[in-house]
T-cell receptor, first 110, second 113 residues
Framework: DAKTTQPPSMDCAEGRAANLPCNHS???????VYWYRQIHSQGPQYIIH???NNETNEMASLIITEDRKSSTLILPHATLRDTAVYYC???????????FGKGTSLLVTP | KAGVTQTPRYLIKTRGQQVTLSCSPI?????VSWYQQTPGQGLQFLFE???????NKGNFPGRFSGRQFSNSRSEMNVSTLELGDSALYLC????????????FGSGTQLSVL
């Protein structure tokens, strides 16, 4: 079961891109990388996931390295409402997830 | 489409009591999983129910139990409460397939005094 490593905290100025890294060097070939975020006192919210190709949706972009050992979540134009804890998860099983870790606490400043 | 609903939102209990938390999944979802979140341990998986059966279980003592009803609603029970059980309890629902994303409720904040 692959573990993920994320920096505990990051800052980003409002309007700039926020780039959140995640290391998942032991991820297996068929495991997806998922990103969730948790705004204070709420449940985690799904952002995006990917296997090996880069992905983009209305919330963010996900860049996965060719060797799949790391990935970066990009919030292209961060707003104050993006202040949250961001979790990178390397595996979701049938109906549940393990290893949320401590995530990265992103602070977006005016 | 309504999201995942957890009740109550806040709960205060004393040591030794028991507590029951409720989770209503998104309509059509058959899997409900439960998590405990504390500042020190982060988000930890408790158990997962699918079609009224416990399918997976995390590493928690037997005081933590749950069940799922035929309409997929789930309850979680903690008996003989301890101070360390103070936490945010979250549930998530999904169709229950491998690698499928989870939808979380807002959680129940339990305080044990």
């Amino acid at each position: 079961d692959a573990k993920t490593t994320q920096p505990p905290s990051m800052d980003c100025a409002e309007g700039r891109a926020a780039n959140l890294p995640c290391n998942h060097s032991t991820i297996s070939g068929n495991e997806y990388v998922y990103w969730y975020r948790q705004i204070h006192s709420q449940g985690p919210q799904y952002i995006i996931h990917g296997l090996k190709n880069n992905e983009t949706n209305e919330m963010a972009s996900l860049i996965i390295t060719e060797d799949r050992k790391s990935s970066t979540l990009i919030l292209p134009h961060a707003t104050l409402r993006d202040t949250a804890v961001y979790y990178c998860i390397s595996s979701i099983y049938s109906g549940y997830a393990l290893n949320f870790g401590k995530g990265t606490s992103l602070l977006v400043t005016p | 489409k309504a999201g995942v609903t957890q009740t109550p939102r806040y709960l205060i209990k004393t040591r030794g009591q028991q507590v029951t938390l409720s989770c209503s999944p998104i309509s059509g979802h058959r899997s409900v999983s439960w998590y405990q979140q504390t500042p020190g341990q982060g988000l930890q998986f408790l158990f997962e129910y699918f079609s009224e059966t416990q399918r997976n279980k995390g590493n928690f003592p037997g005081r933590f139990s749950g069940r799922q009803f035929s309409n997929s609603r789930s309850e979680m029970n903690v008996s003989t409460l301890e101070l360390g059980d103070s936490a945010l309890y979250l549930c998530a629902s999904s169709l229950g397939q491998h690698r499928e994303k989870l939808f979380f409720g807002s959680g129940t904040q339990l305080s044990v005094l």
